[in-house]
């Protein structure tokens, strides 16, 4: 755990591939040592207190360990799983809300959501049949081969046991406030990462809980799917554009590490994407029309080539490139159409 300030605890829980101890000891190396890991060690909620209120701000996986690394962390800051009011989660993702129904039991704490996160618990978590038959479509589409498709998608069913099921008790738009003793956070919708992404700020003391919206060294991955918006990208961007306005003195994240130069890395990100959309341009361009699967396989990966990556690894990569086709399709800088079953992407 560590006190950000008076009131406001930063937690480790860890991803279930890791013990907590090993989630712990990497947060530390980590600040020291900034660097980005191959696979996600943890996740980071926050703890607030202020005049006898609680809020929490996302979980982390519904493993033992994790509940187990909560307990610890609460009761160094004086508190237990018990006394937590409001539990606000920035998305549905596993390692966000996976506790959240563990948690409301053990202290029927009220959950706080995004209204276009609430689907996602029923689709993804209880019955994802429906969804697997779509993404296996929707990603025969986009030129995906079937033995792909099917690691793709076996790669996400483990996902599921590691979400306890809830359901929200507010469901929220954007625009609410969350009281917590002194504290008063706005709640803003950050579409991009996901639909119904929200992060927390506090004015007065100039504090943006980002969740996945603004990592420091990780590029939050902004995946075109069936469950997203028609153009992800474009929401990110303006989400970052949102978030830029506001003065930030600390940045807490929900993975990595926490910073104060909030505005170099908002640049930073959006660098990113230009630099990005510029690549995928120059290879359609420079091609005939061309699938999402043959973009992705031309362009270059911090991680490997395309062909090299194990299931996820593919979805997310096709998510990605399909997010960045689709904002230069938008913009009207590629044409997008469909032939053959063929989803294609060409210079316009
Ligand atoms: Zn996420
Ligand atoms: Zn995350």
């Not at 799917?225 to 940045?251: C, G, I, M, W």
Request: hydrophobic letters at 40%.
């Amino acid at each position: 755990m560590k006190r950000i300030q008076e009131g406001i605890h930063q937690i480790v829980t860890p991803f279930p591939e890791f013990e907590r101890a090993e989630a712990y000891r990497l947060r530390e190396d980590l600040e020291t040592h900034p660097r980005v890991t191959r696979s996600l060690p943890y996740v980071l909620p926050y703890f607030i207190a202020s005049r006898g209120e609680t809020a929490l701000v996302d979980c982390g996986w519904n493993t033992d360990d994790a509940r187990e690394a909560l307990d610890e962390q609460l009761s160094e800051a004086g508190a237990g799983i018990g006394d937590i009011q409001t539990l606000v989660l920035t998305h549905a993702h596993p390692d966000h809300c996976g506790l959240a129904g563990r948690l409301k039991d053990e202290s029927g704490c009220a959950i706080w959501m995004h209204d276009l996160e609430s689907p996602f618990l029923e689709s993804r978590y209880v019955a994802p049949e429906e969804l697997l038959d779509r993404m296996d479509e929707w990603f025969g589409r986009h030129g995906v081969d079937p033995i792909d498709r099917e690691e793709i998608e076996r790669g996400s069913m483990p996902m599921r046991f590691f979400v306890a099921r809830f359901q929200p008790d507010r469901p929220l738009q954007g625009g609410e406030m969350l009281k917590v003793g002194d504290f008063a956070f706005q709640l803003i919708w950050t579409p991009g990462h996901s639909p119904g992404h929200i992060c927390l700020y506090e004015p007065n003391h100039q504090l943006l809980l980002s969740g996945d919206h603004v990592l420091p060294r990780i590029t939050p991955n902004i995946s075109l799917h069936p469950q997203q918006r028609p153009n992800p990208l474009a929401d990110f961007l303006q989400s970052l554009e949102t978030v830029a306005k506001l003065k930030v003195k600390r940045l807490l994240p929900a993975h990595e590490w926490d910073i104060a130069w909030f505005q170099r890395r908002i640049a930073e990100l959006l660098a990113h994407h230009v630099e990005r959309l510029e690549e995928m341009l120059a290879v359609v361009r420079g091609g005939e029309a061309m699938t999402a699967v043959e973009v992705a396989r031309s362009v270059t990966w911090a991680t490997g080539s395309y062909d090299s990556f194990i299931g996820w690894m593919k979805r997310a990569a096709i998510g990605e490139t399909l997010s960045h086709l689709v904002y230069l399709a938008h913009e009207g800088r590629l044409a997008q159409f469909e032939e053959d079953g063929l989803v294609r992407f060409r210079a316009a």
